[in-house]
């Protein structure tokens, strides 16, 4: 079956840096775009990133350019998020998702994507 598992998360102070890790296991990344999605308590999800299936194209939200870095490593069937100066709204459960094909969808709302990973926990506190 198709499965993607999150990890990275964690408890950092404003300011740090995290690493998220998005496995993927049933499939080849070869074929699948990936995004990552956040949400927090009483907030919409909203699309953080996205990385299509060969690196072509990659996407961020505008409240993290410059801050967060999107990845992919075929070879290992995984993706990252490289996530830098850290701010508290950046705090949510993080997610990774995968859609088939080659394309980033303009929406950030994650609708498109069939395949999803259990979330990861980022809490930017001091």
Do not use: H
Not at 93 to 98: N, R, S, T, W
């Amino acid at each position: 079956q198709l499965q993607l598992v999150e990890s990275g998360g964690g408890l950092v102070q404003p300011g740090g840096s995290l690493r998220l890790s998005c496995a993927a296991s049933g499939f080849t990344l070869d074929y699948w775009t990936i995004g990552w999605f956040r949400q927090a308590p009483g907030k919409e999800r909203e699309g953080v990133s996205c990385i299509t299936n060969r690196g072509g194209r990659i996407t961020y939200v505008d409240s993290v350019k410059g801050r967060f870095t999107i990845s992919r490593d075929n070879a290992k069937n995984s993706v990252y998020l490289q996530m830098n100066s850290l701010k508290p709204e950046d705090t949510a459960i993080y997610y990774c998702a995968a859609l088939r094909g080659g394309l980033c969808p303009s929406s950030g709302s994650g609708r498109l994507f069939g395949s999803w990973g259990q979330g990861t926990q980022v809490t930017v506190s001091s």
